[in-house]
């Protein structure tokens, strides 16, 4: 049988609430066609400046990022969902901090010559759909020359209320081994690991035909080596507890044609670090083939107890410690604007975005200001192919 | 081992002789099964039919201006957003809150009505006016829905879809002349479903072939009137409460027999131009008839092509 293609966003529109009927909707429903996406994203990092380093390289990272995805119905019943990911590295990340003449931190940076590294991750998923919802299970696998990580996932939703109330739930869980390179030169730890347990539980209401509200909590468990081990100096718990809280609202403006979205996320761990996101969109349709996507997104944490921005070497190894900016107290403001263009059995988005971190920007006191924070820029194209 | 041979049963519903085949090697099993589907479009027009005092939306209707709302189930509420999307794709041509305004025009009668009640009217129509909060749905005062313009086909998507879960492979239900699949014909054959001429009732206007998904029309098939050489179609504009001046019929193909008929209706209220041009935009198959009495669209089949080889089906 020959599919009928979706043309037209009027036909796409209609075709969506008219299969949600419930006397044509089959509940939950593996996707009816299959896609192929490619999406290719550089994610910058802005150079250091000679005030803050001395010597050595000022480039920071400059990550290539290419990602494959396939998600196609299996039998009437079932979709498969495969990810492959691959990324090429390049540049320096802070090695350790010193005090300058004037008491602020200098920066020295690792690897003279820069940093190169790979990394490649593959993963694959299966979803089986009920009448009111779905269970699905993945396995992953991430190595880079340093790094290599196995994981799973099981997830289960299922609507509720007539239809206005979906919950789901998730567990996962990540074995991870750590080698450092040239281990022996620099005194790194050798080979280490790490583990780490997720919990996962969210409800999404319809509240009327234009608003919807998603409410989801998620507890982490990480135990093992958590410290950073190219630094000349972190040593951080092996044990680490993670909640995160998190609230979504969509509200579609019918006489713009668009919809406002906001999402507010509160984080804490027992390292001492909370935060709070807030982000904004408003998804733009323009015409029956364009939409464009501004967005605006507010980031600030506390520091972790250990955090330092000034390494202390007298310290004994057995007290905490990092200079690690990210968990210095900041704030971070980045915004960008997507354009996705539909056409045909084609989808094209071009995404652009900046961010900037300062502890200036910081909502929370910051006792010790933060060196080497990161500001960058990422931009990303990325097509799907459905047929 | 019998083979399956096509069987076919009508019956009256939504005020349309209706038709469904299927192939059976079982006339019993395939008169049971069929009677099944049958009472599910039974179910639909009893619940929606606004000429029936006991039906759901006639309770719906009677709760205009309450300040409680009517409480509604999934089924409608699934309906209604469907509907909402209708009307946000047609700009406001689609809406089912113009009940009101199917009351004030007489067709019967070939009258038309005073513009001070079309004035009237018109305040209490628009899909805007409307608002549900979770279960509750509320009318404003002398707000008439009228889902006969989604229902029909709905149902013929419902019985479809109900007809593949009983196990049917090979099957075609026919409401009145909107369409939908439940599987091609044996042998990977297309249905082909004649479409009638808006002009003389009993010429085809066209044939379309079908193998999946719906195909429904929309057309002033007889119901229209003549007035000082004026036509005054059925099918009324909820903006201006006039009867919309475009084509004189659509026949569309689609995925669903639900969608075919939101498109064949918008496409109807349009202006002719409009519509034509919306209807290649979808790229699905259609075909026109314009006030001109013109026929043409990409699914036009020619009147000169071997017709099917149809195989003789037998009445239950």
Known sequence: ?387 | MTTATLKRYGFQAMGVPCEIQIYDSSRINARQRIQELAREVSRLDKKYSRYRRDSFITEINLSAGSKLGIKIDTETRGILNHALKCFEESEGLFDVTAGALYRLWDFRQARIPAQDSIDKVLRSVGFHKLSWQGQRLHLPAGMELDLGGIVKEYAADAAAKMARRMGIQHGLINLGGDFAVIGEQPGERPWTVGIANPGERRSMMAKIDLSAGGLASSGDYERYFELNGERYSHILNPKTGWPSKGLRAVSVAANLCTVAGSFATIAMLKPENEAIAWLEESGLPHVYMTNAEQIAGPALKQESATPAAEPAAESL
């Open chain 1, 1 to 387: 049988m020959k599919p009928f293609r979706q043309r037209s966003k009027s036909l796409l529109a209609l075709s969506s609430t008219a299969l949600a009927i419930p006397g044509i909707a089959s509940g939950d429903a593996p996707p009816p066609q299959t896609t192929l996406s490619y999406k290719f994203s550089n994610y910058n990092e802005d150079d250091m400046s000679r005030s803050q380093v001395p010597f050595g390289s000022l480039e920071r990272y400059d990550i290539d990022v290419h990602q494959f995805r396939l998600l196609t119905p299996v039998g009437r019943d079932y979709s498969l969902q495969i990810d492959a990911n691959h990324e090429n590295m390049s540049g320096a990340s802070p090695w350790f901090t010193t005090a300058g003449t004037n008491g602020s931190p200098i920066i020295n940076m690792s690897g003279a010559s820069g940093i190169t590294d790979e990394r490649s991750e593959l993963a694959v998923g299966v979803r089986y759909y009920l009448s009111d919802g779905s269970i699905g299970g993945a396995v992953g696998y991430s190595e880079e020359n340093d790094y290599r990580a196995t994981y799973f996932s099981f997830s289960g939703q299922k609507t509720i209320n007539e239809g206005m109330t979906t919950v789901s739930v998730g567990i996962s869980h990540s074995a991870d081994d750590i080698f450092p390179t040239d281990a022996a030169i620099f005194n790194r730890v050798r080979n280490a690991d790490k583990q780490s347990s997720s919990a996962v539980i969210s409800i999404s209401q319809i509240i009327n035909q234009r608003s919807t509200f998603q409410l989801a909590g998620s507890l982490t468990e990480q135990s093992g080596f958590l410290s950073d081990p190219y630094k000349f100096r972190d040593v951080r718990p092996d044990n680490k507890t993670q909640i995160a809280l998190s609230g979504a609202y969509r509200y579609f403006v019918v006489n713009a044609d668009a919809a406002l979205h906001t999402d507010y996320r509160y984080y804490h761990d027992d390292f001492g670090v909370s935060s709070h996101t807030l982000s904004v969109a408003w998804h733009q349709n323009l015409g029956n083939r364009w939409q464009l996507v501004p967005n605006l997104r507010y980031y600030s944490q506390s520091a972790a107890d250990f955090y330092t921005n000034i390494d202390d070497f007298l310290k004994p190894l057995t007290e905490f410690q990092s200079s690690d900016y990210r968990l210095s107290a900041y704030g971070a403001f980045s915004g960008g604007a997507s354009i996705v263009a539909s056409i045909n059995d084609w989808t094209a988005t071009l995404t652009a975005e900046r961010y900037v971190a300062d502890h200036k920007h910081s909502a929370y006191a910051v006792t010790q200001p933060g060196a080497a924070l990161v500001s960058y820029t990422r931009v990303s194209l990325g097509f799907d192919f459905t047929f």
